[in-house]
Every structure is written in structure tokens, then in C-alpha cells.
């Protein structure tokens, strides 16, 4: 902080500016100058930023914020509030990718700033924008490796855009990722399945959602085979994706198996009945083949991976399939 300056007495300057005037206890006509004090605390937090003390910076743009919604402008108290959000997750991320030890105070002023726009914003009616900022939240709170916050923030993200396919398939891909991370394969199972079921609903005659549907119904194979859930609790759109993958089976297939390579579809096929016979040597094997196909990805490999110490006896397996795992939207702490 420069020295040569005198913050504190800025602040009273401004301050001042807020109070109304009293003589014998009455209040005179004179109002609190709002706009001014708006314009200050920017100046203020500027002058914060330039000496590096990021934290002064937000809170004098909370002030701002509060000034602007005395004056009834939504629109500047929302950019204040970002603004200073922004700046609390600033610190929290140098913080962490210093290794420097926090207790996430700047964390809890970055939500609680950022609760305070989701009011500003349900209040004009904006759930694109609300939806928007929920999702920069969930990504910000991903790269802290705050994964289960973040898991939940993009699950609440989804709502606010059942009507524009392209933004939810970004959250859905993240969301899928990080609960396979997580090794979470029941609820990343059951993503799955629900972001296949949207794309097939909206989308069934273009063909670059189709290959997206393909990649994702491998790992839905790939997450079927990994938990093996009991026939009699198996759902019918899970027994239908294993069924797909049987002998004599390419030429009856739809959407999304049709997309799939021939070549691939005879190789996901030879893995599954190989699974099934628990025949690990045969699934070493096969594993050259399924790295060589250019429709197989990091994702996928992953996962196969992960079936390979299944079957060979190393994976812990903790899973127990449930069929009534639903997806929780409910972030009462971030609400």
C-alpha cells in the first residue's frame, strides 16, 4: 500500500458523502450523494488494484455496488458486484497455485458477492445470464479442486438452459468428467444417459451430434461393464446398450451405435463378451486395437482401464448400483 497516501481519509471523504445531515436530531433536506460515492469507491478500488491490494479493491467495490442499488441502477450494481467477485476468486486462485495455505475467506466473499448477483439477476428476470455465471462459478470452484462444490453447480446450471443445446452440452461434459474423476460411476452413469436422451431428442438428423452420441454411449458401455449391475436391476435402456453390442446385432442398430465404425463396433463387442467371460488375457489383447481407433479418445481409455483392474481383481470395487440415484440440483448453501 503507497504510503504516501491517505486511504483512510479517503474513505471518510466518501463516507461523508452517505450521511444526512442532522441539526438537533432533525434531518435536513440534503441527501446522501450516492452517485458520487458510487464513482469514488471505483476510483478507490483502481487505486487498491495498482498498489496490489486486491482484497481493499473488492470490498470498495461492494460499496459501489450498494450505492448503485440505492440509486435503483440494477444493471451497474450487477457489474459491480462481478467485478468484485471476480477479483476474491483472483486471490483464492494465486493463493492456490502458489501452494500458499488459505482458509478460503476470499472464497466465501467470491460466493456470498456472487449470491448477492443471483438475487440481482432473478429480480430482471435473466436465467441465461444467472445459468451463465453459475457455470463460471462451477469452473472456477474445478480448477481450486473444490470438485464436489463445483459437481453441484453444474448440475444447477443445466435448468437454466433446457432450451440451448449447445451451452448444455458444454455442462453436461464437464459434469460427466468430473464424476468419472470422482470415480463416481453411478451418477456419472446416469448423466450419461440423460445427456444421450436429450441429444437424441433434439438432435437426431445431425450428424456431428450423432458421432457425439456415439463417443458417449461407448462410455456408457464402458461404465455398465465397470459396475455390472444385477440383470434384474438393470433398467431397459441399460439392458438395450448391452444387447446392442452382441453378435449379429450391426445391422439392426440405431441411434447412436450406427455412427459407430464397423470395425470399432466388432472390437466394443469382442470387449464385452470378453468381460462377460471375465477373460482378461483376451481384453490385454484387444487393448492394442481399441487404442488404435481414431473415434476412442483419452476419456474412453481411461475407463477401460479402470475395467481391466476390475476384472483383474486390483479395483475396489465400493459401487453399488442403485437404480433411484437421482442428480441433485439442490445447492442450498450457494442459493
Known amino acids: 500500500m503507497d504510503p504516501t497516501i491517505d486511504h483512510i481519509e479517503r474513505l471518510r471523504t466518501i463516507y461523508s458523502k452517505l450521511k444526512k445531515v442532522r441539526f438537533g436530531g432533525v434531518v435536513t433536506s440534503r441527501k446522501p450523494k450516492y452517485a458520487e460515492a458510487a464513482l469514488d469507491f471505483q476510483s478507490l478500488s483502481r487505486q487498491f488494484r495498482q498498489e496490489n491490494c486486491l482484497e481493499y479493491a473488492g470490498l470498495c467495490l461492494i460499496q459501489a455496488s450498494r450505492c448503485f442499488s440505492e440509486l435503483k441502477s440494477s444493471t451497474s450494481e450487477l457489474q459491480m458486484l462481478l467485478e468484485a467477485a471476480s477479483i476474491f476468486l483472483e486471490i483464492e486462485l494465486q493463493l492456490h497455485d502458489t501452494n500458499t495455505l488459505s482458509y478460503h475467506e476470499n472464497l466465501s466473499l467470491a460466493l456470498s458477492t456472487y449470491q448477492l448477483a443471483q438475487k440481482n439477476l432473478r429480480e430482471q428476470n435473466e436465467r441465461y445470464l444467472g445459468g451463465l455465471i453459475t457455470f463460471q462459478i462451477g469452473l472456477h470452484l474445478e480448477m481450486l479442486e473444490k470438485f464436489h462444490e463445483s459437481e453441484r453447480l453444474f448440475s444447477m446450471a443445466l435448468d437454466s438452459f433446457q432450451d440451448l443445446l449447445s451451452i448444455q452440452i458444454s455442462i453436461y461434459q464437464r459434469l460427466i468428467n468430473i464424476r468419472i474423476d470422482n470415480e463416481n460411476y453411478n451418477l456419472a452413469l446416469q448423466t450419461i444417459t440423460n445427456f444421450i436422451e436429450r441429444l437424441i431428442k433434439t438432435s437426431i438428423n445431425d450428424i456431428s451430434y450423432r458421432r457425439l452420441l456415439a463417443s458417449y454411449d461407448i462410455l456408457r458401455l464402458f461404465l455398465l461393464l465397470i459396475l455390472q449391475p444385477h440383470p434384474q436391476r438393470l433398467r431397459p435402456d441399460y439392458a438395450k446398450t448391452l444387447d446392442a453390442y452382441t453378435w449379429e446385432s450391426y445391422e439392426k442398430l440405431n441411434i447412436p451405435m450406427s455412427y459407430l465404425d464397423e470395425t470399432l463396433f466388432y472390437l466394443l463387442q469382442s470387449i464385452t463378451l470378453a468381460v462377460q467371460a471375465k477373460d482378461l488375457k483376451h481384453i490385454e489383447q484387444l487393448e492394442y486395437d481399441l487404442n488404435q481407433q481414431t473415434q476412442i479418445n483419452s476419456r474412453h481409455i481411461h475407463l477401460f482401464h479402470k ?24 445447492i442450498t448453501d450457494y442459493r
Open 307 to 330: 475395467l481391466k483392474q476390475k476384472i483383474s481383481g486390483h479395483f475396489i470395487d465400493t459401487f453399488k448400483f442403485d437404480q433411484h440415484t437421482s442428480i441433485s440440483n439442490d
